[in-house]
């Protein structure tokens, strides 16, 4: 948001402050236009009302790291040791709805600022900040006052480098406070965004510093999972935007590779092998779309509120996170496919011998369940009665699977993919004949544990019923019935 100054006179109840140079942000409509991408700062719950500063730097925001603060405090420092006064530096999300000048003066006012003590006080989500300084500095003229605002403090928030703006007022400051030099911000503004200040050349954070500070930005970016939204919410809106232009980048990429391997896939596999994988491939190439047309929104020259840069970047990021990882799944099956296809002749082989094991055990678990029948009644054996003829059917449909199987693999490349559903057809069936021959042979241990335990079984019953009927009334019919099936 542009920020205008004003020299103004402060009242005379305020004795520690008695005048004040204030660069306070007024304008509504050309706030949009030349200071819009200073924000940064992720949502912030509560505002902060004018208190007093704990230290010479507030970031009640986050927004400074710790090398920031260090390089910050390295300014002040200097503008101390070099000129005697103290710059206090405050950033924090709004000014409550204050106003950068009066939010400035009662902070100001409750910190006991002196007439050596300069303010620069920044609110990152309401694009306003405020400079003052007391009549001790009255060696700064207007003109430099101005220069201080225009062409060093605003360039850095502009950037989004709010260390940067901190150094600028105190190089600033003390360079217009140098004997013989006057304000000289303008001249030290080098290309590339350099700005050196104070006579012990204090260099602010330049454009490239700021752009390397990005890329490690979007690098851990990377590293956050799409769907953890919460973390994406505290990254700063250009590392936002940035990633979210590498997200749709790679969704793209993602959907062309994954549009080869699918038509690979149909060919070799056929249709109904390859579903999930098209469904996946279609639910991704339409949320590309929608994330295309949100950042469409983002890039027209309709201007939206940070929040809602911050919401729509977000979205396309965990939208198409989402697509990528459903497409991910897909293919890594798609891998499992042409593995399991190349090396189907050892499978086979292997279903084979375990099919030819399984078949050997038949007249033995046939024998076990004879000798079941003469100790135990029918009752007992009902759910292993029909095991031994349930896993001979299993057993013939393995070996029409295998034979199936071995016959796809003799196809030529790209016409072998029945092989992988003879495969996966013929294990389950041997699977499923495993456990059924496993039941026989374990059923006389099972029906007799089943015998021992009966008797607590019984009893923990006859305890539930007995309880149930003290409660019958309030119990109501889900209780009744529950009570009657018990006793039956």
Known sequence: MPLAPRLEQTPSSRPRLPRARRFAALGAVSALVTLVAILFSPAIASADAPFRLPGQITD??????ADQQSDVQAAIDQLYDE?????????VPDFNGLGAGPWADQTAQASSLGDR?????????????????????????SDEAESIRVDAVEPALREEDWAGGAIAAAGGLGDAMS???GMSVRTLLIGGGVVVVGAGGVVLYSRKKKHDRTRAGIEAARSISPEDTAALTALPLPTLDERAKEVLVETDDALRTSQEELDLARGEFGEQATASFTAAFDTARATLAAAFTVRQRLDDAIPETPQQQREMLIDIITSCGRADRELNERVQEFDGLRDLLINAPDRLDALTRDMVALTVRI???T??????????????????????????????????????GRDAIALPPG?????????????????Q????????????????????????????????????????????????????AAEA
């Not at 003590?117 to 003229?141: K, M, N, Q, W």
């Open 60 to 65: 009640t925001v986050g927004v400074l790291d």
């Open 83 to 91: 000129h005697k006064v103290r710059l206090w530096v405050v950033y």
């Open 117 to 141: 003590d300069a303010l620069l006080a920044v609110a990152t989500v309401d694009r306003e900040y405020a400079l003052i300084a007391p009549d001790g500095l009255s060696e700064i003229t």
């Open 415 to 431: 016409k072998q993919g029945p092989a992988v559903s003879a495969i996966r057809g013929a294990e389950g069936a041997l699977e």
């Open 363 to 365: 007249p033995d678990s």
């Open 179 to 181: 004997p013989g030099q």
């Open 433 to 484: 004949a495993r456990t059924l021959l496993d039941a026989v042979d374990h059923a006389a241990e099972d029906i007799r544990h089943a015998i021992a335990t009966l008797p607590a079984a019984i009893t923990d019953v006859e305890a539930g019923i007995a309880a149930a009927a003290q409660f019958t009334e309030q119990g109501g019919d889900r209780l009744a019935s529950a009570r009657a």
């Open 367 to 404: 024998q076990t369940l004879a000798t079941l029948q003469t100790e135990f009644p029918a009752a007992a054996l009902a759910s292993v009665a029909h095991n031994v003829t349930m896993a001979e059917e299993r057993l013939a449909f393995a070996e029409r699977a295998v034979a199936d």
